[in-house]
């Protein structure tokens, strides 16, 4: 019986932590890391920010901006991107790492990069033409998803 009341009372406060970890709240593009609001200011100079907000979990923290056109980034706790995705428009070609600007050039002539995502291991990317192609640390093309 005190093994079951020991288990309920760490269950109660893992689904308690959780609750409280996933914590989004509003902020000013200034009040984010140095790096992304250079990031901002370089990249999306024109875009106007329709919401900013800080995502806070249980062991992470990240931020996320959406402009009133639909175009959304994201990033990690000290303002790398994590995430660029254009509705409308292509990705600035100045994030997109030489290897896979030149891998989709070469392979996918008329289609321009909508998303890129990036994580510790690899890149994705979204095309014009709704394929999704993820590449390994070293831009070897990993994955094609239509």
Not at 58 to 83: C, H, M, P
Request: proline letters at 4%; a positive charge.
């Amino acid at each position: 019986m005190k093994k079951l009341l020991v288990l309920f009372v760490c269950l109660f406060t893992m689904q308690a932590a959780t609750v409280r970890a996933d914590n989004d709240k509003p902020v000013k593009v200034e009040q984010m890391p140095q790096q992304a609001q250079q990031f901002i200011k370089k990249h999306f100079p024109k875009r106007t920010v329709a919401l900013a907000k800080m995502e806070t979990g249980l062991f992470s923290k990240s931020y996320e901006v959406l402009f009133t056109n639909g175009d959304k980034l994201e990033f990690d706790s000290k303002g790398a991107w994590t995430e660029v995705n254009c509705k409308y428009s292509a990705v600035p070609a100045e994030i997109i790492p030489a290897a896979i600007r030149t891998h989709i050039t070469k392979n996918y002539p008329k289609t321009k990069i909508m998303k890129i995502e990036k994580d510790s291991g690899d890149y994705e990317v979204e095309l014009s033409n709704k394929w999704e192609i993820k590449f390994d640390k070293k831009f070897n093309v990993i994955d094609i998803d239509r």
